[in-house]
């Protein structure tokens, strides 16, 4: 995750507050999506960015995720996301970040 993608969280974080701020990822590999989720959850774990030694705490997801999909528009999913499903693994790809969350997350949606 860059790091003006870092600060964008943090701010947003600070601004509205951690319970109130959750992350979706759209990451097309399980290993960068579980560095992003624990960036934005248990700070950076390169400790380059904004977010490093910060731990936030945001509840994180991917899109692929069955929680976020079920809250997306059948016709916006269809024309936006259905042909990368095809073409990666989403329960891969929700898993990974999923176990991050589990892990580091201090709040729920």
């Given at each position: 995750?860059?790091?003006?993608?870092?600060?964008?969280?943090?701010?947003?974080a600070e601004k509205f507050g951690a319970?109130?701020?959750?992350?979706?990822?759209?990451?097309?590999?399980?290993?960068?999506?579980?560095i992003y989720a624990e960036t934005v959850?248990?700070?950076?774990?390169?400790?380059?960015?904004?977010?490093?030694?910060?731990?936030?705490?945001?509840?994180?997801?991917?899109?692929?995720?069955?929680?976020?999909?079920?809250?997306?528009?059948?016709?916006?999913?269809?024309?936006?996301?259905?042909?990368?499903?095809?073409?990666?693994?989403?329960?891969?790809?929700?898993?990974?970040?999923?176990?991050?969350r589990d892990q580091f997350s201090k709040?729920?949606?």
């Amino acid at each position: 995750m860059d790091l003006q993608n870092q600060q964008r969280i943090k701010d947003a974080a600070e601004k509205f507050g951690a319970e109130n701020v959750v992350v979706i990822l759209g990451s097309s590999d399980a290993e960068g999506a579980e560095i992003y989720a624990e960036t934005v959850s248990n700070g950076d774990p390169t400790y380059a960015g904004p977010l490093a030694g910060v731990s936030l705490g945001l509840p994180v997801y991917h899109i692929f995720d069955g929680d976020i999909r079920n809250e997306c528009d059948p016709a916006a999913w269809e024309e936006q996301i259905s042909m990368m499903e095809m073409v990666l693994d989403p329960d891969a790809l929700a898993a990974a970040v999923k176990g991050i969350r589990d892990q580091f997350s201090k709040h729920s949606v």
